[in-house]
Structures are given as structure tokens and as C-alpha cells.
């Protein structure tokens, strides 16, 4: 989650604001100054709405499990698309928390009891809300609150098709930022004799052959010793790495299938040769063995070679943490790059986006101030005196160097410059269930079955499935309403 603060901020005061309640923590509010940041975007025809013309914003109510607008500690740094919002259009924000777990089912109930909030996450895996959701009545269109074509909006409009059903969308994605990555500790790639990641990378020879070769290598069961390791492998070679979801939607908004697709049956066979040199760690059929609940266990042991993972969770913690898990940061043994690319493929190394934005409720008792919150996010995103804070506190707190800073950058252009998301996470449930036992036994049978043995078990029902989404989507781009749909 991206926080941000201008250059030309300027620090006045800061205050308790009182009343928050059973959460038992105070939001601290900081006043600043944003001098110059408008006049900038507004040379560029980028502007925000006229309060004149809006109001006031009024109170958003906000369900979550996490509030990512306001300060609670006087380490943290202000939001300044939030404090945008209170200044220019004397918004508030009323935050319901609610746990992770339980979001979808909070929802529906307070949709359903008529006390809809008026906005949450948007999401297509992590945060799921797209489109058995939308489907199910739970949020509505935003397009009569934000308008794609227009300046401060149009360069998500890609972003926002993958929200889309029929003309109507439901997402306000005010960012794209990328998503999972391959971690690795260079102190171990040396003792290997490998040849760096990020150097690969850099001379277009971050390939597939590659990073075979280095696992087969380095993979020793009578060592416990296994290249890979963790949930994301087979999503990230097999889907990410390919530049072929397994699921996607074609230009009419139908949901099709890629089981067939020649590059997918490359990186199928690619990843079953991999399970039968026994490169992925495996404890039977239990993969979290090594792990517990702690990605990266055994990388900076030299037991694991490569644990893809989002970038958060590998690099954005306590320096003691890393270390334990991943590497040494003072020593600079940790780096990460994207996914290997198919030699035979589009020449392209792809890389998961990570959608940044807001879904409207069902009934939201304010989607005009909820809009006004997304503009206001979306213009601190393209102000040019705006440095992300995630960047100081990755070099000064999490003792990233340089170099990890340019690869953030390079992933951030290849997420921004090639929109791939992930259909999966709010898929119908027995679509949703094919789909993750398809992935699972292609990571965890130890090359027990083929790929065409795999797809032979999974592919009639995925079809079945997503025959019958496309009909139900159908149905609600012609009549506004996909009454009945319970999955």
C-alpha cells in the first residue's frame, strides 16, 4: 500500500482527533501544505473536480480489516490523497473494521440489512471482489462517479476492463503496482557459481533454460535441499511467466480457457520436469513442512534457492526478520527479479499487476464523496512532487540498496506498461475449486501425472464452468441482473 508524501510538504502541526471507539486507536491527523502540486497538474489539463461544483464530500464509511488513510502512530507519514480530501472537500472517513476472514460475509449481510457501506478494496485475487460479487448484488457500477477518458483517469483505463462486465465497471483503480517477484540471496547464488539473477535479467538472458538449469543443479533431496519452494511457483511459471492466465476474458467480456494454449503446455511440461528432478520442496503431499507460516524459510540456510513471493512480504519487514528468512541486508545478500521468460515466447518478461483502488457498495449512502476519495488517491499518484514514502523507508528502515531500488522501478514499468491481472479468487466456487486442484497437482504429485493427464481430469469441468459464468454474465449485461446467482 503505497503511501505518500510531497517534497514540498511542510510539516505544521499534528493533533489527536478523539473517538475511535472499540478499535482503541487514535487516529493522529497531520495539517500540511501542498504548494504547487496543482498548478503542475493542472499545465498538464490533469485536475481534480471544482469544490464549487461537488460540495462537500461528507463521511465515507470504509469496510475493511485494514485503514490505509489515517495516521495512527507519529512515525507513520500522512496520505496526502487523504488529506486532500479532508482540505479541499472537508471529507471524513468512518472506518468498520472487520476481519480479513470475514469481509465477504459482513458485506452481504449489511447489503442486504440495507447499511451499506459505501466502499472497500478492489481486488481479482488477494482481496477478491471480482465478479461472482458483482454478480451477486453485493457493489455497483462506479462509471456515473469516475470517468475513464478523462485526464486524471485515463491512464488506468486498461486496469479497469479487467473490472469490467459489459460497459458497466466496478473498480475505481487509481494505481497499478506489481506484484510477486523472485527473492534470492546472493551469497548462496555465488557459492553456487550461478550467474546472478538481476545480470541475467539485465542482458535479456533471465530465461527459462536458466533457471532450470540452476534448480536442477542446486536440488538434493538426501540434503533436504529443493530449489523451489511455495505457493506461487506453479502460478508464477506456469500463468505469470508464460503471459497466459490459465483463465481470461476476451474482448467481448467472455471468460475463456488457455488449458490448450501452446505456451501454457510449454510451461505445463516445464514445470512437471521440474516436479520430476524433484526440485520443489515436499514433505508428501505437504508443502508449508519446511515453512510453517513463514515464507522464505531455508533461503539464506542455502536450502532453498528460489521462494516467489510478493515483495512485501519478503523485503518489507524488520531488518532481523530478512535476515533470518532471506539474507543479510547490511551485507547486501538480498536481491530479487522477476519471473524467467520462455525463450520461444514474445521476447516480453511479464509480471503480475497489483490493482490499487475501490469498490462501490450496493446502496453506498455516499457514492459521490467515495468517488471524490479515489480522485483525490489517483492525483497524489501523477503529482510530480510527490515522493512514494515506501521508497525512503525501504533505503533508510529496510536497508534496501540501489540496485533493489532500479529492479522496484523496472517491475513497476512492466506492471504499468503490460496490464496482466490474476482471474482468480472470486471465480464461482466450482470454477474456483477445478482451477486451484488443477494447480495443486501440478506442483505436488512429484511427477506422478503428465500434464496432458492433468488436464484430461480438469478441463471438461473448467469448461463446463466457465460456460456456465459466460451465460450468467450474459444475463446481466442484457438485462442489468444476474437474479439467482448464488455461487
Known amino acids: 500500500m503505497k503511501k505518500i508524501l510531497s517534497l514540498a510538504l511542510a510539516l505544521v502541526m499534528i493533533f489527536l482527533l478523539v473517538g475511535c471507539g472499540a478499535r482503541k486507536r487514535t487516529p ?50 500522512v496520505n496526502t490523497g487523504y488529506y486532500t480530501f479532508t482540505e479541499r472537500y472537508g471529507g471524513k472517513l468512518d472506518w468498520h473494521e472487520v476481519l480479513y476472514e470475514d469481509m465477504n460475509d459482513t458485506l452481504a449481510n449489511l447489503v442486504l440489512a440495507g447499511t451499506s457501506p459505501d466502499m472497500t478494496l478492489a481486488g481479482t485475487s488477494n482481496t477478491a471482489t471480482f ?74 538472458e533471465w530465461t527459462w533454460d536458466k533457471f532450470y538449469e540452476m534448480c536442477l543443479e542446486f536440488s538434493d533431496g538426501d540434503q533436504n535441499r529443493y530449489a523451489l519452494d511455495g505457493w506461487y511457483v506453479v502460478y508464477g ?24 494454449d501452446p505456451y501454457v503446455e510449454v510451461a505445463m511440461q516445464y514445470i512437471y520436469d521440474l516436479s520430476l528432478n524433484d526440485c520443489f520442496y515436499h514433505e508428501g503431499t505437504d508443502w508449508w513442512a519446511r515453512r510453517g507460516d513463514t515464507s522464505g524459510t531455508g533461503v539464506t540456510d542455502g536450502l532453498c534457492l528460489f521462494c516467489p513471493i510478493n515483495i512485501e512480504a519478503a523485503y518489507m519487514q524488520p531488518v532481523e526478520n530478512i535476515k533470518a528468512l532471506w539474507g543479510d541486508m547490511t551485507a547486501e545478500e538480498c536481491m530479487f527479479v522477476p ?8 521476447g516480453n518478461y511479464y509480471i503480475n499487476s497489483q490493482p490499487t483502488g475501490y469498490m462501490l457498495c450496493s446502496g453506498a449512502p455516499n457514492p459521490t464523496g467515495a468517488a471524490l476519495l479515489a480522485s483525490c488517491m489517483r492525483f ?10 515506501d521508497r525512503k523507508l525501504l533505503k533508510e528502515v529496510y536497508l534496501w540498496t540501489d540496485e533493489m531500488l532500479a529492479m522496484w522501478d523496472t517491475c513497476e514499468r512492466l506492471a504499468a506498461e503490460n496490464v496482466r491481472m490474476f482471474y482468480t479468487g472470486n ?25 496432458a493427464q492433468i488436464k484430461e481430469k480438469y478441463s471438461e469441468q473448467i469448461d463446463y464452468y466457465l460456460e456456465e459464468l459466460n451465460a450468467t454474465l450474459q444475463t446481466y449485461i442484457e438485462t442489468g441482473s444476474a437474479e439467482g446467482f448464488t455461487a
Open 339 to 346: 519471473f524467467p521468460r520462455y525463450e520461444e515466447g514474445d
Open 237 to 260: 511459471l506456469a500463468e505469470e511467466s508464460s503471459g497466459r492466465y490459465l483463465i481470461q476474458k476476451d474482448e467481448n467480456g467472455n471468460y475463456f480457457s488457455n488449458l490448450d
Open 131 to 204: 465478479p461472482s460479487n458483482c454478480l451477486k448484488g453485493m457493489y455497483q457500477p462506479i462509471d456515473d462517479y469516475i470517468d475513464y477518458t478523462d485526464p486524471l483517469w485515463s491512464g488506468m483505463a486498461d486496469a479497469a476492463e479487467y473490472f469490467a462486465l459489459g460497459d458497466k465497471h466496478f473498480a475505481m483503480v487509481y494505481d497499478i503496482v506489481f506484484k510477486d517477484v523472485i527473492p534470492y540471496n546472493r551469497r548462496v547464488i555465488n557459492e553456487w557459481g550461478f550467474d546472478d539473477p538481476a545480470e541475467l535479467f539485465y542482458d535479456n
Open 28 to 77: 493522529i491527523e497531520l495539517t500540511l501544505s501542498t504548494e504547487d502540486s496543482e498548478a503542475i497538474l493542472n499545465a498538464a489539463g490533469i485536475r481534480l473536480p471544482d469544490p464549487a461544483e461537488v460540495g462537500e464530500a461528507g463521511t465515507v464509511s470504509w469496510l475493511s480489516w485494514m485503514d490505509p488513510f489515517q495516521n495512527y502512530d507519529e512515525g507513520e507519514m
Open 380 to 389: 497524489k499518484v501523477l503529482d510530480p512532487t510527490v515522493v512514494d514514502i
Open 427 to 451: 471465480l464461482p466456487q466450482n470454477l474456483q475449486d477445478a482451477y486451484d486442484h488443477l494447480n495443486w497437482d501440478i506442483q505436488r504429485t512429484g511427477g506422478a501425472n503428465s500434464w
